[in-house]
Antibody, heavy 117, light 107 residues
Framework: QVKLLQSGAALVKPGASVKMSCKAS????????VSWVKQSHGKSLEWIGE????????NFNEKFKGKATLTVDKSTSTAYMELSRLTSEDSAIYYC??????????WGQGVMVTVSS | DIQMTQSPASLSASLGETISIECRAS??????LAWYQQKSGKSPQLLIY???RLQDGVPSRFSGSGSGTQYSLKISGMQPEDEGDYFC?????????FGGGTKLELK
């Protein structure tokens, strides 16, 4: 069955960066886009961007350009997202998802990022 | 960006009651609309896609309808396990955007 296993929670200092992972299993990793979604304050959801593992092509929400970097390692079926220059506004839960044409059908368990000195 | 306005923000329903949640898009999204359920502390789960198609494994009491800019999710017969937050997502145009969510509780 399809699974997306994300890395653990992170506590990071303001101004630092954090890199999280999303290991896919149960499907051909290179056949599907992987999207990343931010959930703030326990409710509101924002799409950050997506990456196509086969080519490395990306699409981003303009709001997150310069904030998020998306990469993949095809050899381990793992997608990564790095967030830079962190502020308190970046404290949130971050999900990776498998993207289809018009929806996200599978979600990882989420990574809680806390930005605090 | 396409704005997704979801209503109501919260809802309390009795066991067996039929409820509806609405999402209105700021422009035509051509039925590229999905609904998700999120239980406390869990990841969102896909319920409905393409406005009215039931995701595999989702109970048939969930249904979706709508077109253009107006969409709705209906639960025909509230069950205790249906408590949670519900979100809509438009997948018509980048950036993909979500509704603000509806908190559904059992009365």
């Amino acid at each position: 069955q399809v699974k997306l296993l994300q890395s653990g929670a992170a506590l990071v200092k303001p101004g630092a960066s954090v890199k999280m992972s999303c290991k896919a299993s149960g499907y051909t990793f290179t056949d599907y886009w992987v999207s990343w979604v931010k959930q703030s304050h326990g409710k509101s959801l924002e799409w950050i961007g997506e990456i196509y593992p086969n080519s490395g092509a990306t699409n981003f929400n303009e709001k997150f350009k310069g904030k998020a970097t998306l990469t993949v390692d095809k050899s381990t079926s793992t997608a990564y997202m790095e967030l830079s220059r962190l502020t308190s506004e970046d404290s949130a839960i971050y999900y990776c998802t498998r993207s289809l044409w018009d929806r996200f059908d599978y979600w990882g368990q989420g990574v809680m990022v806390t930005v605090s000195s | 960006d396409i704005q997704m306005t979801q209503s109501p923000a919260s809802l309390s329903a009795s066991l067996g009651e039929t409820i509806s949640i609405e999402c209105r898009a700021s422009e035509d999204i051509y039925s590229n609309l999905a609904w998700y359920q999120q239980k406390s502390g869990k990841s969102p789960q896909l319920l409905i896609y393409a406005a009215n198609r039931l995701q595999d494994g989702v109970p048939s009491r969930f249904s979706g309808s709508g077109s253009g800019t107006q969409y709705s999710l209906k639960i025909s017969g509230m069950q205790p396990e249906d408590e949670g937050d519900y979100f809509c997502l438009q997948g018509s145009k980048f950036p993909w955007t979500f509704g603000g969510g509806t908190k559904l509780e059992l009365k």
